[in-house]
């Protein structure tokens, strides 16, 4: 398989929510919103994972947002074969759904938006996107539920949804199309990453200050911050997750650079920030061998 886009990566919304969740207390909005993400992104991963068992050589184009008529839309997944482009909306759903006319519930009788009618729109959206590049190329489109927890029920069976007991079926009548990826296709492909968004403007980011955040190290494990210092290690008291101090440290300035993109990375700031580090020596140390210093004594800052 040919991969004209690098792996994954966790979206940034996603980044800060997981950050905020351990070092302040989400309201229930910010929660459910955060846990959507969190369900949402573990399933596009489940479904990449999938298209890694591809044989030959496809070009498969993951999370990518687009603006076309003035419209934002994002797609989870497209593979570029020689004959077609598949379009994949995933889904990790959980539980009992089905559907009433148009509609789609999950039982005992609570309304969700209806995957299919988003397909739709995305699918035409993206067929006017490639128009727009010259492009004819066919789109064949679904949705798919990647859960094994999920089932639906009445659901016709001419529509275009992929059920998880189907996906590896799928895959391998995918990997049969002829799989000679030409320059036009490269072509397309280099045109979608050079026109797509870094971001969607939809994003729900919480509201946060630094004096409202719990101050520590996050243990690379299982996230909490119960990590106390060891000698030269950082060391869990939950999971017991050991790991080397300037390592840790580095995580932390990363993490806060995420949070606070606007603040200048100090020895005293990151001190703080860590908490649990004794020696402003080591996080001087740390900041020296890994970013630029600026500036001299107690202005100095690094980026």
Request: charged residues 25%; proline residues 4%; glycine residues 4%.
């Amino acid at each position: 398989m040919e991969t004209f886009l690098a792996k994954r990566e966790m979206p940034l919304e996603l980044l800060l929510y997981e950050s905020l969740s351990r070092r302040k207390n989400l309201n229930d909005k910010e929660q459910k919103y955060y846990l959507n993400l969190k369900r949402g992104y573990e399933g596009e991963v489940i479904f990449s994972e999938h298209t890694e068992e591809l044989k030959g050589k496809h070009l498969v184009l993951t999370d990518l947002i687009f603006e076309c008529n003035q419209t934002i839309f994002q797609i989870d997944c497209l593979i570029i074969t020689q004959e077609r482009i598949y379009l994949y909306e995933v889904k990790n759903y959980e539980g009992d759904f089905y559907f009433e006319g148009d509609k789609f519930f999950k039982k005992p009788r609570l309304e969700v938006m209806n995957p299919l009618h988003q397909l739709g729109r995305t699918e035409s959206l993206f067929r006017q996107l490639l128009q727009s590049f010259g492009f004819q190329t066919p789109v064949k489109a679904y949705v798919v539920f990647v859960n094994p927890a999920f089932t639906l029920y009445q659901a016709p069976i001419d529509i275009p949804i992929i059920f998880p007991t189907q996906i590896k079926k799928h895959i391998e009548l995918v990997s049969i199309e002829t799989a000679i990826v030409t320059s036009s296709h490269k072509r397309l492909a280099k045109k979608l990453i050079e026109n797509r968004r870094s971001s969607s403007p939809y994003q729900q980011l919480p509201s946060y200050e630094y004096n409202d955040l719990r101050k520590g190290i996050v243990c690379a494990s299982c996230g909490s911050l119960s990590v106390m210092l060891v000698k030269r290690a950082c060391v869990c008291k939950v999971c017991g997750r050991k790991e080397p101090v300037s390592k840790a440290i580095l995580r932390s300035v990363k993490e806060f650079q995420l949070l606070f993109p606007n603040r200048k990375v100090s020895t005293s700031q990151i001190y703080d920030w860590c908490k649990i580090i004794e020696s402003k020596k080591s996080i001087q140390r740390v900041l020296s061998n890994n970013f630029k210093a600026v500036g001299s004594k107690r202005w100095t800052y690094y980026e």
